[in-house]
């Protein structure tokens, strides 16, 4: 796994990448959009696979409960956002997580996760975590 830049007691690294938001457009997001504000960033692996699914729903489900706290809270994987609009719009009985009410952030080039240490390079793809930054 990468080592990466990220360190404890030390300011969050800023990221810019297209997100996938809950109304399912695509936007340029990054970490300094949400300067002033408690952060929720999580990593997961791929989509359309069974290891994290029911934390990202339910992640998404308590978005209203973590705004009212000043926290946004943001997934990620190295995904194309292609990708996650597919299995944003994939019904729940489906293996989705339609509907989804926080954004997906896509990191097809894996500098992100390299940056938080959580890219398991040998395969590619983010190691599940999940990391609390305040701006």
Not at 77 to 105: E, Y
Not at 107 to 114: L, R, S, V, Y
Request: proline letters at 7%; hydrophobic letters at 40%.
């Amino acid at each position: 796994m990468s080592s990466g830049n990220a360190k404890i007691g030390h300011p969050a690294p800023n990221f810019k990448a297209t997100a996938v938001m809950p109304d399912g457009q695509f936007k340029g997001l990054s970490l300094s959009d949400y300067k002033g504000k408690y952060v929720v960033f999580f990593f997961y692996p791929l989509d359309f696979t069974f290891v994290c699914p029911t934390e990202i729903i339910a992640f998404s489900d308590r978005a209203e409960e973590f705004k009212k706290l000043n926290c946004q809270v943001i997934g990620a994987s190295v995904d194309f956002h292609f990708c996650h609009l597919a299995w944003i719009n994939t019904p729940k009985k489906q293996g989705g997580l339609r509907p989804m009410n926080i954004p997906l952030v896509s990191d097809p080039k894996h500098t992100i996760a390299q940056d938080y240490g959580v890219l398991k390079a040998d395969e590619g793809i983010s190691v599940p975590s999940w990391l609390e930054a305040w701006q």
